[in-house]
């Protein structure tokens, strides 16, 4: 009989942001959040449970709050304006590198240049730093999308901080052969940058790959994608309650990696469910 | 026996800017110019005898001049400003295709960014272009040239005008992945595009492909490169003396281009002793 071996990526989990929207969350207490804290939900839970952790899905919400955190993904401008202005103590907890891109957004479009994002327009991250934009923006996934948008002739372009650097490096190429002035902010955070790193590594030689997160977060899903470019038998799971033995059926090396905002005792559930298998 | 067609690019020859310096030369006339005027000899000499303009090394060999012409590629910053504040009538015949990345780097050497290059860093435009940065500036041909180079954060790049925009982006990329900042000016002219994507779409379907240019000439040996890469059999001369019958021989369809500082009547007398054989 085969005996499966585990191995995890050499970097995993979670990034300097995520532990420090954490570890505010936990001396905050009693506080709401505007929207999921983080992407994932068991954390958030536990969140909830241990220190009373409250999670709104936007302002509107509020009631009689008297602490709020803003999530790590950031919120739109005018959300956090409304709330300094208000009695309610903000505490932000806006990963710095999320932070960055919103400023970035900010000043370029003072500045007169057409900005363009690389991201979701649907993920929380990027609806904020568009919200900072008070000019032309484009928020885009692929360089065809903006084929017939006229641009200035001074463009800004920024990333999402979870997408993978080979796309941003193509829309940046993109626009060098439209447009004579390219601002370029790689604003892909390095712990992504490595995470994805060492998952395409691992994947390469492991004959199944698990990837754990929350089936919202954007870095979580290219981990995902990564590890299934390079070992077919590849799943996302949020936690071990989704893993199915057969998976692993035939298999010698089952390589583990997790998003971002996975907290590590998610992890070893995982690990520790598979070795009983 | 086979009828050889000669087909000329949809796109070649003299540029904007050289052919705004020949009428600047004409029109001033018993001038000297810094530097051969443009890379073609031939059209120099013509200057010569029919204007009696001189070419002259460097401002060094200035002796009783009262009119000097600054070559299309331009001259380093301070020779310009030596002959500036003379009491030398200074005709100015810089390419403004190329003033545009003297200005750019003079300016973002100013706002504290490194300043790349990429281009011939013995190319007289290239030369002229680094004289204006007063900082950092890292003159490249390949993006290996930057590996053991400390870069700052904040690095803007120009081209000199006459390079292939896909080795470009090369480099943009490279930075890219190493830099937060990156602001890209595409000063690659559009003469120069144009005559490229012309030589590359007849030189794919020639049986045999002639490049008319000095061989000094950064754009010509670009466009002798491409030709190249899609007919083996390409040659890129200057005069049509250099033209050799066995070329010719067993072949149906001669592409022909030129080089932005190739006169018409360069490529004329090509052409008619092509046809002759």
Same mark, same amino acid.
């Given at each position: 009989?085969? $005996?499966? !071996?585990?191995? #995890? ?9 995520? +532990?420090?929207?954490? !570890? ?41 709050? +008297? ?9 739109? +401008? ?32 003072? %500045? ?5 994002? =690389? ?26 999308? #903006? ?6 002739? !001074? ?20 626009? $060098? ?7 370029? =902010? ?6 992504? =940058? ?10 390469? +030689?492991? %004959? ?16 995902? #994608? ?21 998976? =692993? ?29």
């Amino acid at each position: 009989m085969l $005996i499966l !071996k585990i191995e #995890l990526a050499s970097n995993y989990g979670f990034c300097f942001g995520v +532990k420090r929207a954490i !570890k505010m969350a936990e001396n905050a207490k009693d506080a709401s959040t505007i929207g999921p804290l983080i992407h994932n939900n068991e954390e958030i839970n536990r969140l909830k449970i241990n220190f009373n952790v409250k999670t709104l899905n936007g302002i509107n919400e509020l009631q009689d709050e +008297k602490k709020v955190i803003i999530r790590t993904h950031g919120i739109p +401008k005018n959300d956090l304006e409304k709330l300094n202005a208000s009695k309610i103590d903000v505490i932000d907890a806006t990963c710095p590198f999320v932070t960055k891109p919103q400023q970035i957004c900010e000043k370029m479009s003072q %500045d007169g240049y057409d900005i363009v994002i =690389f991201g979701d327009e649907n993920h929380p991250e990027v609806k904020g730093v568009k919200s900072y934009a008070n000019g032309n923006v484009f928020v885009i996934l692929e360089e065809e999308e #903006l084929e017939n948008i006229k641009l200035s002739q !001074k463009v800004a372009v920024v990333s999402q901080t979870t997408r993978k650097v080979e796309k941003f490096m193509q829309i940046v190429n993109y626009l $060098i052969s439209r447009v004579k002035e390219v601002r370029v =902010f790689n604003t892909i955070c390095n712990a992504t =940058f490595e995470n994805q790193e060492a998952v395409k590594n691992l994947s390469k +030689k492991a %004959d199944v790959m698990i990837v754990i997160g929350g089936k919202n977060s954007s870095n979580t899903k290219q981990l995902y #994608l990564i590890a299934k470019n390079f070992c077919e038998d590849s799943y996302l799971i949020e936690s071990e309650n989704e893993i199915n033995s057969e998976w =692993f059926e035939g298999k010698q090396l089952c390589g583990v990696s997790a998003g971002a905002s996975t907290p590590d005792w998610i992890i070893q559930k995982v690990i520790n469910k598979i070795e009983k298998i």
